[in-house]
């Protein structure tokens, strides 16, 4: 029975992912909270969905500084019609003048490859926030891809099947996520259920 699977599958991850790395990325948080740096959380597609939610909840619950550049769907938009696909989030990170107090969270199944032409605004954003050495997080999913092999501290969803990769790497954005801002070290304010 698929929900069968998919839930043991589910349990495996649970067992299989990288705790530390969870609680390393809890603590790297804070200190962008301490050094008044802003987190800006990237992601497409399914992941830009949880990047609003995910934005929503380190602001909130843990009073970060945090933005979405992907909740501005009219400058999403023009920088994908004027500059093309690879620059939204770039271009975006510079008018921001992300410096080295910020942070990129990334949310992403593949983490960005140039090589295959995946994600490569968010390969781009990552160069853009090392440059001026902004730190690099972020929950992906198989090997992390670019984001993985450049990040500072990244949590890798392991892959149990090959064929939902996507379900269970998004699905665990969120599991992590709201792991994090219900963290001692990073929530200030109780959620109210």
């Not at 380190?58 to 909740?71: G, Q, V, W």
């Not at 992906?140 to 892959?159: E, I, L, N, Q, S």
Request: hydrophobic letters at 40%; proline letters at 3%; glycine letters at 8%.
């Amino acid at each position: 029975m698929h929900t069968e699977n998919y839930f043991a599958e589910a349990t495996e991850i649970c067992k299989k992912i990288d705790l530390n790395m969870i609680e390393d990325l809890a603590i790297e948080l804070e200190i962008v909270r301490q050094n008044l740096g802003r987190l800006f959380v990237l992601g497409v597609g399914g992941s830009a969905g949880n990047s609003s939610h995910a934005v929503n909840d380190f602001r909130k619950l843990c009073a970060i500084e945090a933005y979405a550049p992907t909740d501005n769907v009219s400058e999403l938009t023009a920088r994908t019609n004027d500059e093309g696909w690879e620059t939204i989030f770039d271009g975006w990170l510079k008018i921001s003048n992300i410096n080295k107090n910020d942070a990129l969270f990334i949310l992403s199944v593949g983490g960005g490859n140039l090589e295959k032409n995946v994600s490569p605004g968010i390969v781009n954003a990552i160069d853009v926030a090392k440059k001026v050495k902004a730190k690099v997080f972020g929950i992906v999913g198989r090997d992390g891809g670019y984001a993985a092999k450049k990040g500072d501290c990244v949590v890798v969803v392991p892959t149990v099947n090959d064929k939902r990769i996507t379900p269970h790497t998004e699905a665990f954005h969120a599991v992590v996520w709201h792991c994090l801002v219900s963290n001692p070290v990073l929530q200030v304010k109780a959620t109210k259920w």
